[in-house]
């Protein structure tokens, strides 16, 4: 059974970081491509960013391009979701998703297995 659990979500002031973390379980993050997305109260979930199962591919969304990585520890099974120059708009919950390919996609259709997600809070 896939399993996916995130963790490290918090409150942190404006201009901060945090770094979330995601535990994948029955198979290996190695065997297709991981993303993060989140989800703010009363919006739809939306797209962070995705590695690609080489590790060789990321993508992220614009609203967090040059703030956000997302790395990965083959080792521990493990994708990371380094948040930094935190504003109050990132304020969401946050999911870690195994995709159906290969190459990183955006859409959330293109994801079969979900993690519970992990709150962050970014305070003014």
Do not use: H
Not at 42 to 70: L, M, P
Not at 100 to 107: E, L
Not at 111 to 120: A, E, P
């Amino acid at each position: 059974q896939v399993q996916l659990v995130e963790s490290g979500g918090g409150l942190v002031q404006a201009g901060g970081s945090l770094r979330l973390s995601c535990v994948l379980s029955g198979r290996t993050i190695t065997s297709y491509a991981m993303g993060w997305f989140r989800q703010a109260p009363g919006k739809e979930r939306e797209f962070v960013g995705a590695i690609s199962r080489s590790g060789g591919s990321t993508n992220y969304a614009d609203s967090v391009k040059g703030r956000f990585t997302i790395s990965r520890d083959n080792a521990k099974n493990t994708v990371y979701l380094q948040m930094d120059s935190l504003k109050p708009e990132d304020t969401a919950v946050y999911y870690c998703a195994q995709s159906r390919y290969a190459t990183t996609v955006q859409a959330p259709a293109g994801y079969n297995y979900w993690g519970q997600g992990t709150q962050v809070t970014v305070s003014s």
